[in-house]
């Protein structure tokens, strides 16, 4: 039996197969990694044109209820009652040591907040808001529903053309919904590559017909998830199990900036989220060690589980995530440096096969972002 016979898969693997994709296994599922372009090729595609992703394995939950919004506060440190409706917000739960649990978007619809998680946390998120909320609000999985998305700098043109709407003033995390051609989506302004795009939530049942209607236009092309990787590493955005894990806080993470000014120290609604205590006492970067960008000095990708040493060959870091930028043409990295190694220019070593390369501290978002503001 195949590998991937046995695995879970979104209403998109026939297409897939069709497209002579390369199938792995990721978070429980079938998923193409790469099509025939290859990682590269898809990688640069999307930074030139538009690139168009399956992220159906995601989750999607749907939650209702009086309340619903102050209610969701008391599991995540975000300002959701001043959230507008048609307005997406990234978020985190949060366990009681301050460990991030899962990062995630916070869409409000007026009668309802969709929330969208990682595919590998997504059951134990459920169980989570239901443990904590499920006797007071209406829970729902939405696996009904499917999501693409379509990132780069041609996608609002794309969509503009395929929907026939003017969607210039649809500015970055703003939502409404959208017909493609009479199928109807919701869909934010956003994604997980640094360029321009859009995530569109469409029913499971139309998800093929969408997304061969896009492919169709000459500016799109699959991509697969090394490009999307690659992608997201260049602009400087975490991922889950990698970069983000119950054992690192929002702020070790350079994340501060996720914990809403109402929910500060100074905030009128202050803590009361899990881990608040030690949350907020790390503001600001009042921490041992934090996340930061770095740039190998050598050709040689510098890759997750590397260990950072100083130059007297001390261990002051680890790299969390790390590979090739096509976009510049050498390799990037992401790591946990201890705090008197974080300044922007700090040069250290990173142990690759007992081999000791240089490696400079520098700013994580490699690629500067193009979302349309």
């Not at 079938?30 to 168009?52: D, Q, S, W």
């Amino acid at each position: 039996m195949n590998d991937t016979e046995s695995l879970k898969h979104t209403p998109l693997l026939d297409l897939h197969k069709s497209a002579n994709a390369k199938i792995v296994p990721f978070a429980g599922y079938a998923m193409p990694v790469n099509y025939e372009l290859g990682i590269i090729k898809e990688h640069l595609h999307t930074r030139e044109k538009a690139g168009l992703f399956d992220v159906s394995h995601m989750g999607q939950i749907s939650i209702q209820g009086n309340n619903a919004a102050s209610l969701l506060e008391n599991l995540i440190p975000v300002d959701i009652q001043s959230l507008s409706v048609g307005r997406q917000k990234y978020g985190l739960f949060l366990n009681e040591k301050g460990g991030i649990l899962d990062d995630l978007m916070i869409i409000n619809r007026g009668d309802e907040i969709i929330l969208v998680v990682n595919a590998a946390c997504k059951t134990a998120d459920f169980d989570y808001l239901q443990t904590h909320l499920g006797d007071k609000l209406s829970i729902r999985k939405l696996d009904d529903k499917a999501l693409l998305a379509l990132q780069g700098p041609m996608a609002g043109t794309v969509a503009e053309r395929v929907s026939g709407e003017d969607l210039s003033d649809m500015k970055f995390m703003n939502v409404r919904e959208i017909s493609f051609q009479g199928i109807t989506c919701l869909v934010s302004r956003s994604g997980y590559t640094g360029e321009d795009g859009f995530e569109i939530s469409v029913a499971n049942e139309y998800v093929t017909d969408l997304a061969r209607m896009l492919l169709a236009e000459s500016e799109v092309e699959l991509i697969g998830l090394g490009a999307r990787d690659s992608l997201r590493l260049e602009a400087g955005l975490c991922l889950y199990g990698h970069d983000l894990s119950q054992d690192t806080t929002p702020i070790e993470a350079n994340l501060n900036w996720a914990i809403s000014p109402k929910r500060r120290s100074s905030g009128e609604r202050a803590g009361g989220f899990p881990g608040s205590d030690i949350i907020l006492s790390q503001m600001p970067k009042n921490v041992s060690r934090l996340l930061v960008g770095l740039l190998p000095q050598s050709k040689a990708p510098v890759r997750e589980g590397v260990t950072i040493t100083d130059k007297d060959g001390n261990v002051v870091g680890e790299i969390t995530s790390g590979g090739f930028s096509p976009s510049l043409g050498y390799p990037i990295s992401m790591g946990y440096v201890d705090i008197d190694y974080a300044t922007v220019g700090t040069e250290l070593l990173a142990m690759v096969r007992n081999k000791p390369l240089p490696v400079n501290v520098a700013k994580s978002t490699f690629v500067p972002h193009r979302y349309h503001r």
